[in-house]
């Protein structure tokens, strides 16, 4: 199969996914603020109620800069992280600190999503929280992350033809946002990743394949 039938299988089925999120979401929340995706457990319940607040509040945007900052912070200073995941301070010391350090200088959303951690002793959980809501805000933006993973970096023009033939994939609109690594065990070939959908096209995987086969 050629790598743009792949491509589209992948995409139609990504986005068969996502339809059927929608639906399921179209029973519950106002829908002008409802998150565009269903996101579960711990950390997407904070970034979800996050959303919420901050699309009522028209701080989408700027709620998401600051979360990535203090994602940043929290890992480029040892100070700061040690603050966060200290079990010795207690919840009402924690709190008045955020406070005494946010108030002021990050929206309301943001502070008010920081104090809440703060007294459920849950800052260590920051992290997980600003990349689930990245992931909404990406969702909203209509952006498709693919990411690329490639035994050699690939060329520019390498790049180009890929994104290209991956975007002709998608509803017209949809952004790809393309994501490359390299993994120099796959031998050669292409491994794609888009969403939770993964197609491995790599030599090591048609090694694989063969070796199967002939036992």
Known sequence: MMLSSRLSLLARRSASASA???????????????????????????????YIAASKTSDLDKVEGELLAIKSTSETSAEFRSFL?????????????VESLLKGKTSGVTLNL????????????IGGIADDYVRLMKARRGEVEATIISAEPLTKAQSAAVSDAMQGQFPSGAKVVLKTSVDPSILGGLQIQIGDKFLDLSVTSRIDEVSRTVV
């Open 20 to 50: 059927s999120a929608v639906s399921a979401r179209s029973m519950s929340t106002d829908p002008a603020h409802r998150p565009p995706l269903d996101l579960y457990g711990l950390t997407a319940r904070y970034a979800n109620a996050t």
């Open 85 to 97: 995941e200290n079990p010795l301070i207690s919840r009402d010391v924690k709190t008045k600190q």
């Open 114 to 125: 920081m104090t809440t951690l703060a007294g459920n002793a849950r800052l260590s959980s």
